[in-house]
């Protein structure tokens, strides 16, 4: 006979937010790669056909040649919303993993603020560069979703112990 007690069942609260956490961190890995699919693409076409493009309309993509014009633009469309990801993937895995309560609340704040400012920039864009980043940033506001109820299940049970 074993001398260990046996193992008791996890909670089904406790369960319920390891896969809202577990969901949000796939999520998050899901934007940040089709926000990195994003900026490959547009690097490729800068420089194999030395136009970048950003946007698209009915039948096809809005490119200009690459002059200051296009170079600026490029670099906004890569680097700000790209530094954006990264703050709201950031804070998605340091929320799922903080065990204080002022940590969660910490990350989550970088999620979220990261998430409402993609939003902000993405979709007024969507004719634009932001046509590009739609996908990304509908799979980060998702994550940042799954963040606010997992927020709100430790909220809850941290003021119910």
């Known amino acids: 006979m074993s001398d260990n007690p046996p193992l008791e069942s996890?909670?089904?609260?406790?369960?319920?937010?390891?896969?809202?956490?577990?969901?949000?961190?796939?999520?998050?890995?899901?934007?940040?790669?089709?926000?990195?699919?994003?900026?490959v693409y547009l690097l490729v076409t800068l420089l194999s056909e030395h136009e970048v493009c950003y946007g698209m309309t009915a039948s096809h993509l809005l490119c200009q040649q690459v002059d200051v014009t296009a170079a600026e633009?490029?670099?906004?469309?890569?680097?700000y919303p790209g530094v954006l990801f990264v703050g709201a993937a950031a804070g998605a895995f340091w929320h799922t993993r903080a065990v204080e309560p002022g940590a969660r609340s910490t990350a989550f704040g970088l999620l979220a603020s990261c998430a409402v400012v993609l939003v902000g920039i993405v979709v007024p864009a969507v004719s634009g560069a932001g046509f590009f980043l739609l996908p990304a940033t509908i799979a980060m506001s998702v994550a940042a979703i799954l963040g606010a109820v997992k927020f709100g299940q430790d909220f809850r049970a941290s003021r119910g112990a």
């Open 10 to 39: 996890e909670p089904a609260a406790v369960v319920s937010r390891s896969r809202l956490a577990r969901a949000e961190r796939v999520v998050t890995i899901i934007a940040v790669g089709l926000a990195a699919i994003a900026a």
């Open 73 to 79: 633009r490029a670099a906004l469309v890569l680097m």
